[in-house]
């Protein structure tokens, strides 16, 4: 059966040949879109194992055959690893109430003061039931029945409703009059990319780190990874990046940090509860095959995690 390596990659089951002068050949074949396999192409010739390597374009795929003067995986010699790094940025939608600018809000503390009857209220918990209403139940109207510009966008005190001569209050936060803006356009959701890191390591069954690298593969699954600790990431453990995807991942924890998220730290306090910006490493996938080799691999999600949910990686 055919190995899918990622999206454009597809491993063919391998050929074994053997004669009485230059004994075993083990030979592995490779079909997928051109540009994926001329990188493995490059791989493997950094690499320096293999005894041949032969690349047949055709247009927009492409071919590899690899040749080891060797059994590597029914002997006792091991071959060199494959080790392998991609990244995937899918755009995903998310309701404008998600939005960061809105999620920075505070919606729990009581931190407005009725000046009739010295109530403390949340002005921005009473503000977005009031948009809600507005636009799930009853629409506010006027004298003759026609809709009318909600009370809400007009408030200016900061007083609880009916109780102050402003019948409109209390004010409402600027963030939560542009999102009832977008609603009413019946624009109610966003999108943003959300990047998924996979590693995926193949080794023979001979290779002498093969029980370290199934043991790491464990080690802090379902936590938070910082983009420092991804970025350092010996020291909890990971895998190490190669040069390309260090440099790939520096660019986004620069350029894609969200609104409202610490440039510093990479958290966020979000009703009452602190968020870390970063990477949940998931569950490995282990495939063995028999005697032959060893493929493990896992996925890291970038995204703003609640270390209530989530503990941070150690």
Known sequence: MADVKGYNLVQQNPSITWDKAAGFNF????????????????????????????????GATAKLYVNYAKDVWGGTTAETPVEVWELDGNDQEYSLWEHPTVK??????????????????????????????????????????????????????????????????????????????HL??????????????????????????????????????????????????SSIGEPTLDAAMVTTLGNIHTYSVPTGVSTSTGQQTIDGITHQWGWLKCAPKVSSEGRRKVTVSQDWKLELWSTWVYSLAS
């Open 27 to 58: 030979t592995k074949e490779f079909e997928g879109e051109t540009t994926a396999v001329r990188g493995l192409f490059g791989r493997y010739v950094r690499e320096g194992g293999a005894n041949s390597i032969r690349f047949e374009p055709d």
């Open 104 to 181: 920075s809000l505070d919606f729990n503390t009581l931190n407005s003061t009725d000046s009739a009857t010295s109530t403390t209220f949340n002005a921005n918990e009473i503000n977005r039931n009031r948009i809600k209403k507005q636009l799930e139940e009853t629409v506010e109207t006027d004298a003759a029945g026609n809709v009318k510009t909600p009370t809400f966008m007009t408030a200016t005190t900061s007083s609880l409703p009916g109780s102050s001569t402003d019948i409109t209050a209390p004010a409402c936060d600027s963030a939560l009059k542009s999102i009832y803006r």
């Open 184 to 233: 009413v356009k019946e624009q109610d959701s966003f999108q943003r990319p959300q990047y998924t890191l996979r590693h995926t390591f193949t080794f023979s069954q001979g290779y002498n780190y093969g029980a370290t690298v199934i043991q790491r593969a464990f080690g802090n699954v379902n936590r938070i990874v910082t983009p420092g600790q991804m970025l350092t990431n």
